[in-house]
């Protein structure tokens, strides 16, 4: 089974940037399509971002913009670029694969907080 180690996460004011990151071992990320996922408590999670295999991405409309994924095929991750960050973008931020597989890492939790 793979694993998946997301990281990168903090508290940062509205209008700041964080840069998370995805590694996986176990799976090839460039084979995959991959997402950015986002949750907060009691909501549902939600894709926010996705790369194909061949690198080309998508960004949900609440994110365009303001976000941007990347994919380091070399260092198998994948990387979540936040700019502009807004007080709705607080969540705990998860990558995987869409379809996602039976398990998740544990996640980089993001706060915009003034």
């Known amino acids: 089974q793979g694993q998946l180690v997301e990281s990168g996460g903090g508290l940062v004011q509205p209008g700041g940037s964080l840069r998370l990151s995805c590694a996986a071992s176990?799976?090839?990320?460039?084979?995959?399509?991959v997402g950015w996922y986002r949750q907060v408590p009691g909501n549902q999670r939600e894709l926010v971002a996705r790369?194909?295999?061949?690198?080309?991405?998508w960004h949900a409309d609440s994110v365009k913009g303001r976000f941007t994924l990347s994919r380091d095929n070399a260092k198998n991750t994948v990387y979540l670029q936040m700019n502009s960050l807004k007080l709705e973008d607080t969540a705990d931020y998860y990558c995987?694969?869409?379809?996602?597989?039976?398990?998740w890492g544990q996640g980089t939790h993001v706060t915009v907080s003034s």
């Open positions: 176990g799976m090839v990320l460039s084979s995959n399509f």
């Open positions: 790369i194909t295999p061949g690198g080309s991405t």
């Open positions: 995987n694969t869409i379809p996602h597989l039976p398990f």
